[in-house]
Nanobody, 119 residues
Framework: QVQLVESGGGLVQPGGSLRLSCAVS????????MGWYRQPPGKQREWVAE???????NYAESVKGRFTISRDNAKNTVYLQMNSLKPDDTAVYYC?????????????WGQGTQVTVSS
């Protein structure tokens, strides 16, 4: 059983920075594709960024150049460094772990952490 716990959310002014962390318990972290998603108020959940087991990264266009995803396999933790934050970044941020077994993707989710960007 894989469990994910996010932390690091909070209230920040526009232009500020936050770093989210996601600690993963259970085995197999190093082979997971780890991702961050977010759900703005009144909107659907959207993909933000992902990092593969080999360290390759991909980002949504809306955060490219401002957000950085990274992972520490020794600590079973994935991070999301968020810089130059905008009010539109306000959302609940969710950590996701994806593993593919015989062509089938299995997803695990954290409980989410609130990020509010406001002056």
């Amino acid at each position: 059983q894989v469990q994910l716990v996010e932390s690091g959310g909070g209230l920040v002014q526009p232009g500020g920075s936050l770093r989210l962390s996601c600690a993963v318990s259970g085995s197999g972290f190093s082979i997971f594709v780890m991702g961050w998603y977010r759900q703005p108020p009144g909107k659907q959940r959207e993909w933000v960024a992902e990092i593969t087991s080999t360290g390759s990264t991909n980002y949504a266009e809306s955060v490219k150049g401002r957000f950085t995803i990274s992972r520490d396999n020794a600590k079973n933790t994935v991070y999301l460094q968020m810089n130059s934050l905008k009010p539109d970044d306000t959302a609940v941020y969710y950590c996701n772990a994806k593993r593919v077994v015989f062509g089938t993707a299995y997803h695990s989710w954290g409980q989410g952490t609130q990020v509010t960007v406001s002056s």
